[in-house]
């Protein structure tokens, strides 16, 4: 007979009494103690792959009373390395240098650090004296690389005719016109002044002459009145542009330039400096 009977499970053996008995008189005849072998483990197994840093395993797990071991170790990947380019820094904008990350996990690898802004490099943008044909400029400057204005340069407004050369040139020719020296014909300077100031093909061509005009309007370089080519050369003194002038259908010359800054337009022996915008 079996008595004190103890299950086994997956962590402990199991026992039993085995008894004998008298049939007649139930006199225990007899008693031993007897061993349950221990159950198996029922796993459930789960797999871990590896990442850049860590080793992959595969863990089981006994459903019953949880128990759990590793094996089959994968050796970690490492990283896989991506460059991070460099960051030119600029007159106004930090740069940055060099770096690395990895392309699976992100991990930095080699930090970027920043790198200061360069600043502008200044040049100088010289006057223009203001004429009596022509408009001038006061002194400013702009960024001999990035072309940014520093110190804006304003018009000056053209001067105005004084008139006492005129005036002077007036008196001159009503004395001659009117004077007797004139009219006597000994006086030989005065017969070329009243030749030469009474003619009038000649005062025509002087009051018709128009002055060559050069501003900029937006992108845009206009030349009026230009009778010779016009050169456009940069703030480097490079040729950027070479047009015929239209002075003889319109008047106007309009040149459209790409890029901000300083230009230096000349045509003939009118050189002048204008700002695009």
């Given at each position: 007979?079996?008595?004190?009977?103890?299950?086994?499970?997956?962590?402990a053996v199991g026992s039993y009494d085995s008894v004998v008995y008298c049939s007649v008189c139930q006199a225990e005849l007899l008693r031993e103690e007897k061993e349950i072998a221990m159950l198996s483990h029922t796993y459930n197994s789960t797999v871990t792959p590896p990442t850049?840093?860590?080793?992959?395993?595969?863990?089981?797990?006994?459903?019953?009373?949880?128990?759990?071991?590793?094996?089959?170790?994968?050796?970690?990947?490492?990283?896989?390395?991506?460059?991070?380019?460099?960051?030119?820094?600029?007159?106004?904008?930090?740069?940055?240098?060099?770096?690395?990350?990895?392309?699976?996990?992100?991990?930095?690898?080699?930090?970027?650090?920043?790198?200061?802004?360069?600043?502008?490099?200044?040049?100088?943008?010289?006057?223009?004296?203001?004429?009596?044909?022509?408009?001038?400029?006061?002194?400013g400057s702009h960024c001999s690389v990035c072309s940014e204005v520093i110190v804006a340069q304003t018009v000056i407004p053209m001067l105005e005719n004084g008139g006492n050369e005129n005036q002077g040139e007036t008196n001159e020719n009503e004395t001659n016109e009117g004077g007797?020296?004139?009219?006597?014909?000994?006086?030989?300077?005065?017969?070329?002044?009243?030749?030469?100031?009474?003619?009038?093909?000649?005062?025509?061509?002087?009051?018709?002459?128009?002055?060559?005009?050069?501003?900029?309007?937006?992108?845009?370089?206009?030349?009026?009145?230009?009778?010779?080519?016009?050169?456009?050369?940069?703030?480097?003194?490079?040729?950027?542009?070479?047009?015929?002038?239209?002075?003889?259908?319109?008047?106007?010359?309009?040149?459209?330039?790409?890029?901000?800054?300083?230009?230096?337009?000349?045509?003939?022996?009118?050189?002048?400096?204008?700002?695009?915008?």
């Open positions: 007979m079996f008595e004190n009977v103890v299950a086994s499970t997956c962590t850049c840093t860590e080793i992959g395993y595969t863990t089981h797990t006994c459903s019953v009373c949880e128990y759990a071991y590793n094996s089959d170790t994968v050796a970690a990947n490492g990283h896989t390395e991506v460059v991070d380019a460099a960051v030119p820094a600029t007159c106004t904008g930090a740069g940055k240098t060099e770096g690395e990350h990895c392309s699976v996990c992100e991990a930095v690898l080699v930090a970027q650090e920043d790198t200061p802004a360069l600043g502008h490099t200044e040049v100088v943008d010289a006057a223009v004296a203001a004429t009596t044909t022509s408009t001038g400029l006061t002194e007797n020296n004139n009219q006597g014909g000994n006086n030989e300077e005065g017969n070329e002044n009243q030749g030469g100031n009474n003619n009038p093909a000649t005062a025509v061509a002087e009051s018709t002459a128009c002055a060559v005009i050069i501003y900029a309007y937006g992108n845009t370089i206009v030349v009026e009145n230009a009778t010779d080519e016009i050169l456009v050369y940069n703030a480097m003194g490079c040729l950027v542009c070479r047009e015929a002038a239209r002075h003889v259908s319109t008047g106007i010359t309009s040149i459209t330039v790409n890029t901000q800054g300083v230009y230096i337009v000349k045509t003939g022996t009118v050189v002048k400096r204008v700002m695009v915008n």
